[in-house]
Every structure is written in C-alpha cells, then in structure tokens.
Nanobody
Framework: QVQLVESGGGLVQAGGSLRLSCTASGLTFSWSTLAWFRQAPGKEREFVAALSRMSVSTYYADSVKGRFTISRDNAKNTVYLQMNSLKPDDTAVYYC?????????????????WGQGTQVTVSS
C-alpha cells in the first residue's frame, strides 16, 4: 500500500520561510515523478512544483518561481518543498503527489498517489 505523509506546515509571517517534507512508502520512490500542489479555501487545487525521476528536471508554477525549490532525497524516500519569501497568497493546504508520467506535469491527473495535506498559513 502506497502512503505519502506530509509534514512541516504551520503559521509564518509574510517574508518568512518554511520547508515541507513528504515521506513515501510502498512505491519505487527513485523512479517516481514527484510534485506539490496546493488548495486555498474556495479555490481549485493548483500545481506548485514537480521534479522528475532522477532529479533530471524541475517545473514550477509562475507564481512560485524563484521563491520555492523542490528537491528529493531518494535514500530517505522524501521530497521537500523549500518555500522562501512567503506571501499571504501562498496560504493553502499543500499536497504532495507521486506518479509515473513520462515527464514533469502540472496536471493532477498525471499523479497516482497523494498525501493527506499539510496546512500553510502566511500572515500579513
């Protein structure tokens, strides 16, 4: 059974930083493409960042480019999202996802497995 468990969310002031973690079990982690999505209250789930297998390529939403960094540690079966210069608009529940698309994808349907989400709140 595949499980993805996120951690690291919390409350932070605008301009601050957080690092989210997502630890996976039950899948061939090193061969999976990993991604982060987020969903704010009353809004649809949106893509944040993706990282291909073997960390060959990354892909970021324009809204987070230059502020967020996705990375992975295959030895720990963990994917990270380093979030800097946070803004109130970044407030959302953040979800990690894993799958086996042919390349990094911003589409939720490309990913087979999802975590339960972790809340990030950025105060102004």
């Amino acid at each position: 059974q595949v499980q993805l468990v996120e951690s690291g969310g919390g409350l932070v002031q605008a301009g601050g930083s957080l690092r989210l973690s997502c630890t996976a079990s039950g899948l061939t982690f090193s061969w999976s493409t990993l991604a982060w999505f987020r969903q704010a209250p009353g809004k649809e789930r949106e893509f944040v960042a993706a990282l291909s297998r073997m960390s060959v390529s990354t892909y970021y939403a324009d809204s987070v480019k230059g502020r967020f960094t996705i990375s992975r540690d295959n030895a720990k079966n963990t994917v990270y999202l380093q979030m800097n210069s946070l803004k109130p608009d970044d407030t959302a529940v953040y979800y990690c996802a894993a799958g086996f698309p042919s390349s990094t994808s911003e589409h939720a349907r490309a990913y087979d497995y999802w975590g339960q989400g972790t809340q990030v709140t950025v105060s102004s």
